[in-house]
């Protein structure tokens, strides 16, 4: 997992995009489908804010457009976590 975590597009930008996130109040994420914007991106935040000592004030909030995708990014994201459901991940439907 942690592998094919590191395989994907957006571990590569993620020096980039934590700083970009750092310097800016808004910004936009554009990369190809399955590059790891929706389940790799909150994670690289949280465990930025996790280092820096944050991580019990920081909230990330991911919407998706369907209750499906909703539930399954939540599952994934906890599975990558190693975590079950309604630790660090909770869906809200
Ligand atoms: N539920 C899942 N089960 C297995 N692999 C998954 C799952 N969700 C995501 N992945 C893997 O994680 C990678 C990153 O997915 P992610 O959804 O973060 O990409 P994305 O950039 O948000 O894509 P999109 O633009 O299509 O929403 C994908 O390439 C996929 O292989």
Do not use: H, W
């Not at 910004?27 to 996790?50: A, D, H, M, N, R």
Request: glycine content about 6%; proline content about 4%; charged content about 25%.
């Amino acid at each position: 997992m942690i592998e094919f975590r590191r395989s994907l597009p957006a571990y590569k930008e993620k020096d980039l995009l934590l700083k970009a996130i750092s310097e800016n109040q808004v910004i936009v994420v554009s990369g190809e489908t399955g590059c790891g914007k929706t389940t790799k991106l909150p994670q690289y935040i949280l465990e930025y804010e996790i280092e820096a000592a944050r991580g019990a004030a920081c909230s990330i909030i991911c919407t998706q457009p369907r209750r499906i995708s909703a539930m399954s990014v939540s599952e994934r994201v906890a599975a990558e976590r190693g975590e079950k459901l309604g630790e660090s991940v909770s869906p809200c439907l």
